[in-house]
């Protein structure tokens, strides 16, 4: 399979690429099978009656979400949104063009729910769902990773994400699930974490961190689990447990608790901050994910809870957590006013990794060499689901400036890439919401192209060897796409890996 | 579900190409799935795999790739103990490719 993908050449200048029709039709991530999909609560396969439930689910979500149907009566077609996706861009395919594929979803709306698609179905674009407009459904609906770059541009503010949110849980309803997120949000109810990673090798892998960094450093720096009574729970991506350079963030955050004397634990119950129930619009799945966190944070007594480095986590939680569970103020279920009692209300709840080192930074609280990062070049790619579904701090934009003020703190060298790559416009590193899977790879590595460029662009002009980022699909996307397109993996690493490597961990000289 | 031969005996796996069944690996099976990963098996690859099977038959998930790396480098020496000898024998990714070769479960999430 790996093979055969070949990385498109960069644009020489970033036009409108050539259209290129069906070039993506065959591309198509694997389907859930029976057990995943029953494991947690969907059809096993395709149900007999799949029409009228997936029209009912429609009509339903339709009700349910008033900005769905505004989204699929308010589109003018203008185009401002085509070019503007990174799948579109890398792989030419007219229907990732962000309006054609929100019309696949929109003309079987028409159809069902206009009266001028009742009656005039072809004067007005209108089409029955039929198996072949299902498939079509399910093959580019899984080729969105959801970043919304394309709403920036969108001069009604459409949320195409929330549009392909709706059509995979249409088809998770009528048994046509995607294997990789779907087994994986099993993995989360059984196991508790992503990865699948059971209790005692987490312990393991985190007691072989202890000695990595004693060694390193000569420093007892702790990573603490189920303690009860501690101070702050941090909740990380999985992938920071185990993947590199995952897991040098992680070293990091160990080190900022450290050095700040501020006690911490994980939790092996909430071993996991991703909430995949986001990726597949399920608000069920969304929920129950979310819960686990606020029973770990009932159960342990802590007074904060803190996010590690994982954009859609900081999406749910600095978004969501407050209605989902009553982390911050919300919910409003007994258990959910348990938990606003027992955190420490001076604090903000949650509170992002990089809001609590700027926030010790700022206070004077870190010390660091610097000339640690000398051997980098920095630029910081922004997350999508950080830098369009979240803020941090108290600034407008406070997302974008604090981990980059971060990064100026511990590393001499930091240069950004070209403006309309980055903040808000930033590009999806190309496997976010739910696509990253290696049955994606083609896709994957074609939509990384306008990230590539830019970062090739600031290879070139300043010698840029490092681009830091918060997330952990950012993570394992990069490492895995970079090659292709002539980067070592290991360009990419995470804000808190920089840290990690500055941060002075003796006591104050 | 596809079935892969080896020996005259059919084995199930997963629509990637990994064994369903942890108990059916042999050698014979590694072999044959290192060859649909174009990887020539070597005794520097089996000291992994076998490493990973061991970790795996103790914690019920393969092992981070650090913790791997900082086995192998206690076992072959500090110049093998990182991820770049890893890359070279699984170019892949070794936490990926190495599992499927071990007949273990493929590493979700974020990896």
């Known amino acids: 399979m790996a093979e055969t993908v070949v990385a498109p050449p960069l644009r020489v200048i970033p036009i409108i690429p050539e259209l290129k029709p069906d070039a993506m039709k065959d591309v198509r991530s694997f389907v859930a099978n029976e057990k995943i999909q029953t494991a947690i609560g969907f059809p096993g396969q395709l149900v007999d009656d799949w029409h009228d439930r997936a029209i009912g689910k429609m009509g339903e979500l339709l009700e349910k979400y008033r900005s769905l149907k505004v989204y699929m009566d308010a589109c003018v077609h203008c185009g401002a949104c085509s070019d503007k996706c990174h799948y579109f861009i890398g792989t030419q395919d007219p229907k990732n063009m962000p309006v054609a594929r929100q019309d696949l979803m929109r003309s079987v709306y028409r159809r069902y729910f206009t009266v001028a698609g009742k009656l005039f179905p072809k004067l007005v674009g209108a089409r029955d769902l039929t198996r072949d407009v299902l498939d079509e459904w399910y093959t580019y609906f899984n080729q969105c990773s959801e970043c919304r770059r394309c709403s920036v541009f969108c001069p009604y503010g459409i949320d195409t994400a929330e549009v392909t949110m709706a059509a995979r849980e249409i088809l998770d309803t009528v048994g046509y699930g995607q294997k990789y997120t779907n087994e994986i949000i099993g993995k989360v109810h059984s196991i508790g974490n992503n990865l699948g990673l059971p209790g005692p090798a987490l312990i393991d892998t985190l007691q072989g961190l202890e000695e990595d960094v004693k060694e390193d450093t000569g420093v007892d720096v702790r990573f603490p689990i189920d303690v009860q009574g501690a101070e702050v729970l941090l909740i990380t991506p999985s992938a920071d447990f185990f993947a590199e350079p995952h897991i040098d963030s992680l070293i990091g955050y160990a080190k900022v608790f450290h050095a700040a004397g501020i006690s911490w634990t994980l939790s092996s119950k909430a071993s996991e901050a991703g909430n995949f129930g986001l990726f597949i619009g399920n608000y069920d799945q969304l929920r129950k994910i979310a819960l686990r966190i606020r029973e770990a944070a009932l159960e342990l007594g802590v007074k904060r809870i803190i996010v590690g480095e994982c954009g859609h986590a900081w999406r749910v939680a600095y978004s969501f957590w407050n209605t989902l569970t009553g982390i911050g103020a919300g919910a409003e279920d007994p258990f959910a006013l348990q ?66 003020n971060i990064i100026r703190a511990v590393a001499n060298h930091f240069v950004e890439m070209p403006e309309n790559t980055i903040r808000e416009k930033t590009f999806c590193c190309g496997g976010g919401g739910g696509l990253l899977t290696d049955d994606l790879i083609d896709l994957r590595v074609k939509g990384a192209l306008p990230r590539m460029e830019a970062l090739q662009e600031v290879a070139q002009t300043h010698g840029v060897n490092f681009m830091a980022t918060i997330c952990a699909i950012c993570k394992a996307q990069f490492s895995k796409v970079l090659p292709y397109y002539n980067f070592d993996r290991r360009v990419v690493g995470g804000v808190h890996q920089l840290v990690s490597n500055a941060i002075l961990l003796g006591p104050k000289q | 579900m596809p ?19 942890l108990a059916d690996w042999n050698k014979d099976v590694a072999d044959y799935i290192a060859k649909t990963e174009n990887v020539a098996m070597s005794e520097q690859h089996w000291e992994v795999v076998d490493f990973l099977r061991g970790y795996y038959d103790e914690y019920q998930i393969a092992p981070a790739v650090r913790v791997l790396t900082k086995a192998i480098g206690k076992k072959l020496g500090p110049e093998k103990g990182n991820s770049q000898y890893l890359y070279e024998l699984f170019p892949y990714g070794p936490a990926k490719q190495a599992c499927k070769i071990a007949g273990l479960p493929k590493p979700t999430g974020c990896v």
């Not at chain 1, 509170?351 to 609590?356: P, Q, R």
């Not at chain 1, 930074?361 to 997350?383: C, G, M, P």
């Not at chain 2, 079935?3 to 069944?21: R, W």
């Open chain 1, 339 to 404: 938990l606003q009692r027992q955190l420490d209300g001076r604090y903000r709840q949650p509170t992002h990794i990089c809001e609590f080192t700027w926030d010790l930074i700022e206070r004077d609280a870190l010390r660091f060499d610097k000339s640690a990062n000398d051997q980098y070049v920095v630029t910081f790619h922004d997350s999508c689901n950080v830098a369009r579904g979240s803020r941090m701090g108290d600034l407008m934009g406070g997302q974008f400036e604090i981990p980059r």
């Open chain 2, 3 to 21: 079935n892969i031969e080896v020996n005259g005996k059919s084995y199930e796996t997963d629509e990637e190409g990994y064994l369903v069944n």
